[in-house]
């Protein structure tokens, strides 16, 4: 998780640059740095806290009317200056620096193809290939927005990205997909004498509260005398500029109308910020997990998975992949159960925490107590970098999916369950279970799965004709089977949540020892059906539902062969993820909850008689 801020405007931006870096802190500290564009480019770069970057620009009288910086969290390659941004691309008198938030995922035959072009890298991050294919494209003759154009149509994966060039001295060009950039319109909204990028609003307010937000796939050039924007098709665009209201206590909502819909669509870059420092690199280590790791995962023989809410869910679907990939027994607990009964405690038992704030007193309290138990190794899977419970774990992994403010948890779900996929490789590697060609294949997947949510997202329209036929239902029955049972429980759960339906969830073959009394015209049945190896069993439960007159409203991969038919609805998501269909599924499954919310009028992002973070018992 990275931040980025550009600047042009007719002073030195170079304090502008360091109080945005400064905002954007929490997504990233590792490193920091700026380029600048003042007669020549000057780049300043630090390892640490951005208060480095700040000592380190003040040795050097950094001071330009024209530049870009980023504070970044270490991706493969780890903490040093050569992998820190910005990156330079600087070849027969042109130059050029980048800096970019997300993945690249085709970066490794983008960077052959430019080695075979001459171009050498320096770092080792998938951020240069962007130096150099602007480069190629400006030495071509084209100007900095036609080049930055014409390389975004080149990259896949998710990205947000600030580019300058030596030889336009007054122009940052921004672009995104799947990462955050928002435009800061500068003298009081009017553009005329300086204009920004940044990732949030927050580090913009000390210099405009008015932004625009940009769409997915916009290309925007800033000028001293105003900006202009294109659309993913070339298309000049209009994004409307409102003044923030952001404080001390709130985050911006953008362009959405409730944090709980920002936070569904943010997923794609949440999910490219968690797993930067693994579809980064061509492999995975146990290191991801910290210093002791590797030792500690050697002598793991068990797992114990202990969570509330939500992130129970994520540990329900871990234990599929951890048991049926890595081939380790698992056993997952609600934590608010487990301290309060005699478990028996197994020498070499991994204690995996989780937690969106880390200060869940419940998850707490059960890692206390698995620890008074003689349980030591400990990791902590959490969104909150300076949490309780992370200094309370012996290991830990970030999810960094951001500040999360909707009650109804979305992107730190499906960021937690990245995460526990990630951990789930690295057991199974170590156990010789993960040969190098499937942990190819499995990284590759991982470095897809952004885009793959941004495909589920533009089923919206769909969900939302569906979502108003729940508004005046009393009861939903949400199915599903293997992995993907788990996924029908957190559907249920935000149902529940967020609309006050009674909903339920059930492995689909349970359908005849019970549930199915319960199927009437009247009750909504909602089928998670991915094409795996239970498909055929799931549709004879479908089958069965029909019979009893139920109508299904069925989220399947395009393959199933699903048929829509009188009482039978489909949705087909169009991309297919493998053993990471969950957290596909799932996104669909919050997007139903979301517009069921709003047919039915309920406060969405404040769901009567819940808080966000459960900090007391």
């Not at 070849?91 to 690249?104: L, P, T």
């Not at 122009?171 to 319109?185: E, K, M, N, Q, Y």
């Not at 985050?251 to 920002?262: S, T, V």
């Amino acid at each position: 998780m990275c931040g980025i801020v550009g600047a042009v405007a007719q002073r030195n931006v170079v304090p502008i640059l360091i109080e945005g870096l400064r905002k954007l802190e929490y997504r990233g500290y590792d490193s920091a740095g700026m380029a600048l564009v003042n007669g020549t480019m000057h780049r300043v770069r630090a390892v640490g806290r951005v208060i480095e970057l700040e000592n380190k620009a003040r040795e050097e009288h950094a001071d330009a009317p024209t530049g870009i910086a980023h504070t970044r969290w270490a991706t493969h390659g780890g903490v040093t200056e050569r992998n820190a941004h910005p990156h330079f691309s600087n070849r027969d008198g042109i130059e050029v620096s980048v800096v970019h938030n997300g993945i690249i995922e085709n970066h490794e035959p983008l960077r052959q193809m430019l080695k075979a072009k001459g171009y050498s890298f320096e770092s080792e991050t998938d951020t240069e290939v962007i130096a150099h294919l602007v480069h190629s494209l400006v030495a071509a003759g084209l100007n900095l927005f036609e080049a930055v154009q014409k390389t975004v149509g080149q990259l896949e994966g998710a990205y947000a990205i600030a580019v300058i060039n030596k030889a336009q001295p007054h122009i940052v060009v921004g672009s995104r997909r799947g990462s955050p950039l928002l435009l800061g319109v500068g003298a009081n909204g009017t553009g005329q004498g300086e204009n920004f990028l940044a990732s949030d609003t927050s580090a913009l307010l000390q210099v405009t509260k008015y932004v625009a937000y940009l769409e997915e796939g916009d290309v925007v050039e800033i000028r001293l005398d105003g900006y202009r924007i294109v659309d993913a098709q070339g298309h000049e665009a209009h994004r409307p500029i409102v003044e923030s209201q952001l404080s001390a206590d709130a985050i911006e909502l953008g362009k959405y109308d409730h944090y709980m819909q920002k936070e569904i669509f943010e997923q794609p870059g949440a999910i490219a910020n968690t797993l930067e420092m693994v579809t980064n690199g061509r492999a995975i280590a146990a290191g991801l997990f910290g210093a002791e790791a590797e030792e500690v995962f050697k002598r793991t023989q068990q797992v114990l998975i202990l969570a509330c809410g939500t992130s129970f869910h994520s540990g329900l679907v871990a234990k599929y992949w951890l048991e049926g990939i890595a081939g380790i027994a698992c056993s997952v607990e609600i934590a608010s159960e487990y301290r309060y009964r005699e478990p028996v405690a197994q020498a070499n038992t991994l204690v995996i925490t989780i937690s969106q704030s880390g200060e869940t007193a419940d998850t707490l309290a059960a890692l206390q107590f698995a620890k008074s138990l003689g349980l030591t190794d400990t990791l902590s899977i959490c969104n909150v970098p300076e949490s309780a419970l992370i200094r309370a774990s012996k290991l830990r992994f970030l999810t960094r999916a951001g500040p999360e403010i909707g009650v109804a948890s979305t992107k730190a779900f499906t960021t937690q369950l990245v995460s526990l996929f990630v951990l789930t490789l690295v057991l199974a590697k170590q156990r010789g279970r993960l040969h190098e060609a499937k942990e190819t294949e499995l990284i590759r997947d991982l470095r897809h799965l952004p885009a793959a949510v941004n495909k589920v997202l533009e089923c919206e329209p769909l969900v939302k004709h569906w979502a108003k036929r729940f508004a005046h239902k009393q009861h939903a029955l949400f199915l599903g089977r293997g992995a993907h049972f788990p996924i029908a429980m957190e559907g249920a759960l935000k149902l529940k949540e967020i609309t006050y339906i009674h909903a339920e969830a059930y492995a689909a073959g349970e359908l005849k020892h019970g549930p199915l009394a319960l199927v009437d015209s009247q009750m909504p049945v909602v089928v998670v059906a991915p094409n795996d190896a239970m498909i055929e069993k799931l549709k004879s439960n479908l089958q069965e539902v029909r019979a009893r007159g139920g109508e299904l409203f069925v989220f399947a991969d395009e393959d199933t062969h699903i048929e829509p038919s009188d009482g039978v609805n489909i949705i087909n998501l169009t991309d297919h993820a493998g053993h990471l269909s969950p957290v596909l599924h799932v996104i669909a499954l919050q997007l139903l909850a979301y517009h069921a919310a709003l047919a039915k009028g309920t406060d969405v992002d404040k769901p009567r008689n819940l808080a966000k973070s459960v900090t007391v018992e």
